[in-house]
């Protein structure tokens, strides 16, 4: 009896990618590329499970065109790229990797908002270019960190951990979420809930980790970045679209507030040119949760999801990040 067949559309550390073997008939990729509609349907086409990453789009078309196909797991916790309604419809199971980098992209959240405050990379670049000719008392004046006020926008997991660092640089955390946390997270966490008026005109450093939705689309724009602090920092490690780039843009150079900090983008890999020519935004590549213990969890994680859909590992016949369980046949 042949073993199904994965595709992994992208080369990850093989002593994980090995653990299929045993199982199925691996078709990994061995370079790391977009792929397009018409290629992904190709690579589906006799596929039984695969492993995707965020470029990768799976939809109806896609499904369409692999009819044996049973299971995708997405090598990320976002999953824009997969339209959850079609695979439930076409009966497939669908997986992401949420908790294994929150710790991460917490720290990176935070190193992002130290640099963007204190002008780190602007400073890099007037070092490098040879300009540092001596010391200027009053020369690269920053924002201090440590006791301003951090607001938080969307305080999920990723959330809470980069309000529980807040307590060590002794700054009060102000947060809102489509729900408030329990009293018991509150106190954890040191966060006190707002609203999104309260928060925008209070913080000092504001920080978005909210999922993408359509409803999330530019929940930061031209008003929300007006209504904030003139010294104000924004830090978003969240996803592209949360915030109007293009209004991001506008803002900073014309000092509606100080700086910014975007791990994410609208229309990524693509850039909005307006922020490149800026001097006081730290610009970086979607790479938050990139830290080798945090990528090899992850990719660990999506294939203890494949093998315990098809009946195999620890988790046999429970995916444990499963996005849509209802639709699961027993896989054994």
């Not at 299929?20 to 349907?41: K, Q, S, T």
């Not at 693509?270 to 979607?286: E, F, K, R, T, Y």
Request: charged share 25%; net charge negative.
């Amino acid at each position: 009896m042949s073993k199904p067949k994965v595709w992994v559309s992208r080369p990850f550390f093989p002593d994980i990618v090995d653990r299929l073997r045993d199982h199925f008939d691996v078709r990994a990729e061995d370079e790391e590329r977009p792929y397009a509609p018409e290629e992904i349907a190709e690579r589906l086409a006799d596929a039984d499970a695969a492993i995707v990453g965020l470029a990768d789009r799976i939809d109806a078309t896609v499904l369409a065109q692999a009819p044996r196909l049973r299971f995708v797991a997405n090598l990320g916790v976002g999953y824009n790229n997969l339209d959850i309604d079609a695979l439930t419809e076409a009966g497939v199971g669908a997986s992401n990797t949420p908790d294994v980098l929150n710790e991460t992209v917490a720290d990176y959240a935070w190193a992002l908002m130290l640099a963007a405050a204190r002008r780190v990379g602007e400073a890099e670049r007037w070092l490098r270019d040879g300009q540092w000719k001596g010391a200027r008392f009053e020369g690269w004046l920053g924002a201090d960190v440590h006791g301003k006020t951090i607001g938080i926008l969307g305080m999920g997991r990723i959330g809470q951990a980069i309000a529980r660092r807040a307590s060590g640089f002794r700054s009060p955390v102000i947060y809102h979420n489509r729900s408030r946390l329990d009293a018991a997270i509150e106190r954890e966490c040191g966060a006190t809930y707002v609203d999104k008026a309260t928060l925008l005109a209070r913080a000092d450093h504001l920080v978005l980790v909210l999922p993408y939705t359509p409803a999330n689309r530019h929940s930061i724009g031209e008003a929300e970045l007006k209504a904030m602090k003139p010294t104000a920092t924004l830090t978003n490690i969240a996803r592209g679209g949360i915030v109007d780039d293009a209004a991001l843009a506008r803002a900073l150079a014309e000092g509606t507030i100080a700086a910014a900090a975007l791990d994410v983008f609208e229309g990524e890999p693509q850039v909005c040119p307006a922020l490149l020519g800026l001097s006081n935004i730290v610009l970086s590549p979607h790479i938050a949760s990139a830290s080798r213990d945090t990528r090899r969890d992850m990719a660990a994680l999506a294939v203890d999801n494949v093998l315990a859909a098809f009946g195999h590992g620890p988790h046999a016949g429970r995916p444990p990040t499963i996005l849509n369980p209802g639709v699961l046949a027993d896989a054994s």
